[in-house]
Every structure is written in structure tokens, then in C-alpha cells.
């Protein structure tokens, strides 16, 4: 089974997290000091990683570009932070997905079996890259990067993916039940507002390639990207 690392400076809930997880035999490894996160996680050598935000010295958010610059495997943040700036912050510093204390163990494991499936499992990526183009917009879906031109912009793995399916369903809808299905395949554990900040951040990495408000909200149904960046100024 996949080693875990769990990176939370409560004891008690870092214990508790470990013990459930051992009980559906992973394997989970508790950070002990907080100054030196990317040396374990090196030694470690984990498939994904649970990340408190309120840590000694700094905080998660700084240890999650750190791990960004030499790894991929899913992090999911744990924190009692529940606002949507805080699951903003999570997603455009790396994370992959946002879980709020008090949370149930069940949700925290359907969450990571979730999340292991995307990242190794039955629905990881396999074979030759692919590469979605529409209208001079270039996603590597692979790589998580969409470029413009010369200009190219870093994603999450679950922007790279939310951005495939509009791209290819482009300049229909895309319903909000298909992208909850492609990217979280255990709905019932999706918070509503997780769909909500990832397409906020799709946004934001398209207006660093100049393309301004192609992605429209079809009210009931879904999201539609509209072409129409070439009349962008």
C-alpha cells in the first residue's frame, strides 16, 4: 500500500490520522520536526502528503512550493481554516485538494484513496502525452502547463485536467456533475465550493496568458470556455 506522510503539530490528531490510516494498511510517517519538511520528505520518499497550513516555522503553504519543486504526488491540506481564500491559497500554492477540521476519518480516507487512484492508480495518465489545442491555446495536460504563444502558465493537476474537459467540450457546457465525476470520482465528499475555487484559479492562469473572461458560468448547468481570446485586449 502507499506510504503516506502526515505533516500536522498537533500530536493527538497527527496519531489519529496515522492510526487510521495503518488500519486500511498504509503506511504513514508523522513529521516530528517542522524545519527541515523537504529533507524528509526526501528520505521519506511518500505518494502523497496530509498538510496542516498553522505549522512551526513556516507554515504549509511555504512546504508545499518547497515539495512542488521536486515532486507531483497528491497534497492535501488539513487545517481548521475554512474560508475560500484559505482553499485558494491551498490550491495555488500546490495542493490538490482542501480537507476543514473537525473533519470525519471517512471523508480524509475517501479523499486520499481518491486522490492515489488519479495520481497512480486506475485513472493515471498512460501512454503518449496529450496535448489539447484550441484556438492557438496549448495544454499539456502531462506537464500541467497551458501556453499562449511564448507565453506558458504552471497548473494543478485537477486544473490541468478541469481545463482539458472544457477545452475538448468547447463551446458547450460542460455540466457540473461530469467535471465533479472526472476529477473527484467519489462525489459524496466534495465540498461545494472545491469546483468553484479551482475554476476561480483556471481564471486567474488564463489571464496570465491575456485571456480574460472566457470562461462563462451557465447558471444550473455548468461551465463553458468561449473562444475568444483572439478579440481579447
Known sequence: MAKILIIEDDPKI???LQN???KYGYEAVIAEQFDAIVDLFKKVQPELVLL???LPSFDGYYWCRQIRKISTC???FISARSGEMDQVMALENGGDDFITKPFHYEVVMAKIRSSLRRAYGEYAPKGKERIVKLEGLILYVER???AKGEV???LTKKEAILLEMLMKRSPHVASREAILEKLWDDQTFVDENTLNVNVTRIRKKLQELGIYNAIETVRGAG???IPNWERST
Open 14 to 16: 497527527a496519531r489519529l
Open 20 to 22: 487510521h490510516l495503518e
Open 52 to 54: 496542516d497550513i498553522n
Open 74 to 76: 497528491p497534497i492535501l
Open 144 to 146: 500541467m502547463e497551458i
Open 152 to 154: 506558458v502558465a504552471s
Open 223 to 225: 461551465y463553458r470556455l
